[in-house]
């Protein structure tokens, strides 16, 4: 599975959109963009995946650029709830390649009041 | 609501005990999953099933072995405690159906100590 580079921190004021990227240079053709947080003393969420087209739901919006090498997950408005530590991870579907992704340090993102 | 538990949100033992620790998840998942969490190390991937009776190694399944007898519960065994296995163990399920694969449901965490 291709690996993922995300900043160690970031900030961002309530209310505001919380914009986190993430860099997968080496991915291939039929790996998929995946996004989980986890909150602390938590188990990890899945908030959103994606292959190449723009996702959205309830929780997030995935903006994939067209070559694939990058994403962002979007919060449109941040709570303080939304403080965690955010994973990007990118993985290939079928048995093979169940789980087997990585989750590495991630995006420790805070909200401030 | 979809739920996985874990037997024991925080267990201390002493090196070289037997350690089992249990997974149920509610979902009827055909996958389950075994992690670690270690602080600058991430979320690494011990074990995982995709069937009863079925296990494939991860990245770091020394030390310990997997048991799934039943579709619901996948147990992990730690068959001579150490040190170095102090550490947050995760379990996690998914569907097997296309769309949702990799859509991983974990539970809340097991904090052990291994003394």
């Known amino acids: 599975d291709a690996k993922t580079t995300q900043p160690p921190s970031m900030d961002c004021a309530e209310g505001r959109a919380a914009n986190l990227p993430c860099n997968h240079s080496?991915?291939?053709?039929?790996?998929?963009v995946y996004w989980y947080r986890q909150i602390h003393s938590q188990g990890p969420q899945y908030i959103i995946h994606?292959?190449?087209n723009n996702e959205t739901n309830e929780m997030a919006s995935l903006i994939i650029t067209e070559d694939r090498k990058s994403s962002t997950l979007i919060l449109p408005h941040a709570t303080l709830r939304d403080t965690a530590v955010y994973y990007c991870?990118?993985?290939?579907?079928?048995?093979?390649?169940?789980?087997?992704?990585?989750f590495g340090d991630g995006t420790t993102l805070t909200v401030k009041p | 609501d979809v739920k996985v538990t874990q037997s024991s949100r925080y267990l201390v033992k002493r090196t070289g005990e037997k350690v089992f620790l249990e997974c149920v998840q509610d979902?009827?998942?055909?996958?389950m999953f075994w992690y670690r969490q270690d602080p600058g190390l991430g979320l690494r991937l011990i074990y995982f099933s995709y069937d009863v009776k079925m296990k494939e190694k991860g990245d770091i399944p020394e030390g310990y072995s997997v048991s799934r007898e039943k579709k619901e519960r996948f147990s992990l065994i730690l068959e001579s405690a150490s040190t170095n296995q102090t550490s947050m163990y995760l379990c996690?399920?998914?569907?097997?159906?296309?769309?949702?694969?990799?859509?991983?449901?974990f539970g809340p965490g097991t904090r052990l100590t291994v003394l």
């Open positions: 979902m009827d998942h055909e996958n």
């Open positions: 080496t991915i291939s053709g039929n790996e998929y």
């Open positions: 991870i990118v993985r290939g579907l079928g048995n093979t390649n169940a789980g087997k992704s990585t």
């Open positions: 994606g292959l190449k």
């Open positions: 996690a399920s998914s569907s097997r159906t296309a769309k949702r694969y990799n859509e991983q449901f």
